[in-house]
């Protein structure tokens, strides 16, 4: 994100160097670029170009390419669609993880792109030679990543796309004139609008979304646009704690107001205040003059990956995961259930409804209560309006994340779990039993009437 000037005059003549050894030595038999060129020299919008489209025809059964729209100059943002698409869903049945990455918001951040391209790569190079990791990843979530969002800018090596405007500074999330080169308006760019469509369009729900760039060494969270911690502060601290004791003690990562410095109208911001993914901006060091050293990209970039790794395979853990363990039911009176919260993020809005199955009408709901990240709750709700009847069922209904964007979940409860409690003295009938409850009213009538002509030596009468 550093705004930064460069001299081209090296860079070009070794583009030259370069170009020439292909064009003699090695000439480029497939479309890929060859490993010791990839591995040492930054993709232009024509050699990704290549390489994505190489990756789809190679590996159709694993690799989508589409394209989210264009630059100003006509140049197309490719998405890198990467799963196991021979299944729709995981083995249970339930939706794949989606994992959203962009790279390249900054045309001249050469390593956050790579980085973005390099992520993509582990995955298909995973996959084909059958590496556990990449192919449970692949089976289990969709990887959708756009390498290069600014290809104008790439190509003119500047921060800016080509109508002069910093594109992390354009989306409709606390957008602000005052910030430097912010555009016209939010999203007046097409690069963030259709980096916005597309989030809307394939993944609404996705439980991750990492943007990348060159500048500061950071893994940063929201906010820019405010001091103040996000809302699911627990998840990122989560985040953090674990990636420092397993990974680098060193990584920064932190909130990016504080750690990189205030900004307004980010990806970041906007993928969690509007679209409520969990989002990191991961800012690479800003050392890209590689080239003349014999270190490899991957080498380079090698914490970078590891980092990627653990949030890409750790992805289901993103969001809140309620999971009733016990339910007890007393009509008329409370429902006391104890819930376990196997997910990382907090929830606060949770509650049971009792739904008609068949309408999915919501009979009954009870009032709001929150379970911890990672954590159990024993909660006792008051449920004197809820009324039992034949095809109602329980559910949860909760908010994946505590940002006020998240999507809910509505997620049904194992009747096996409820338990149904008969409240003696109010008179109250078991359920499910709803046969048994209309068998005993009659039988209970046919006595009482049978003994309604009896009378005691006392005179009462009994009913
Ligand atoms: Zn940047």
Known sequence: MRQRSRTRSRATA???????????????????????????????????????????????????????????????????QISDWSVDNKSDGSPKEKVYI???????????????????????????????????????TELHIMVLLNADGNDADTRWNTNQVDLNRNYDHHWAPEETRSGSGP???????????????????????????????????????????????????????????TIDADLPVRNANAGIYPTHGTSRDYGYGVMSYPTFTFETDDEQTLLGTVQSLSDRLSVELEVMRYLISNIWY?????????MEVTPGKEVV?????????????ASI????????????????????????SHVTLD????????????????????IDSSPWVHQ?????????????EEGWLPYPSAALSIVCMIVGAIYSKSRSNQRFPSGDEIN
Not at 318 to 326: D, G, Q
Not at 337 to 348: P, S, Y
Request: proline share 4%.
């Open 337 to 349: 259930l104890h819930v376990v919260n196997n997910g990382h993020a907090t929830t606060e809005n």
């Open 383 to 402: 449920a004197r309006n809820l009324t039992l009847r034949p095809g109602g069922t329980f559910a949860l209904h909760y908010m994946k994340r505590v």
């Open 14 to 80: 070794l583009l030259l160097l370069f170009a020439l050894i292909t064009s003699t030595l090695a000439p480029v038999t497939s479309a890929q670029q060859p490993n010791i060129i990839q591995e040492h020299w930054y993709h232009s919008y024509t050699t990704l170009t290549y390489d994505v489209q190489a990756w789809e025809s190679d590996h159709p059964d694993i690799v989508k390419v589409i394209s989210a729209g264009t630059t100003v100059l006509g140049r197309q943002q490719w998405v890198v």
């Open 353 to 376: 409804q009792y739904v008609f199955e068949d309408s999915m009408e919501v009979l009954w709901q009870s009032e709001n209560f929150s379970v911890n990240a990672s954590n159990e």
């Open 102 to 140: 962009d790279g390249g918001h900054h045309g001249n951040e050469h390593l956050g792109t790579e980085l973005a391209f390099l992520t993509a790569e582990f995955y298909i190079e995973g996959w084909d030679d059958g590496e556990e990791e990449a192919v449970e990843v692949l089976q289990n």
């Open 187 to 245: 999203f007046s760019e097409p690069e963030t609008r259709n980096n916005a469509d597309y989030m809307a369009e394939w993944v609404p729900d996705a439980d991750l979304y990492v943007t990348m760039h060159t500048g500061t060494w950071i893994l940063a969270y929201p906010w820019g646009f405010t001091g103040d911690m996000p809302s699911d502060w627990e998840l990122f601290e989560h985040i953090r704690d674990t990636i420092h004791e």
């Open 412 to 424: 049904p409860i194992d009747p096996d779990l409820v338990k149904i409690v008969e409240e003696t």
């Open 318 to 326: 993103w969001r809140a995961r309620l999971n009733v363990t016990e």
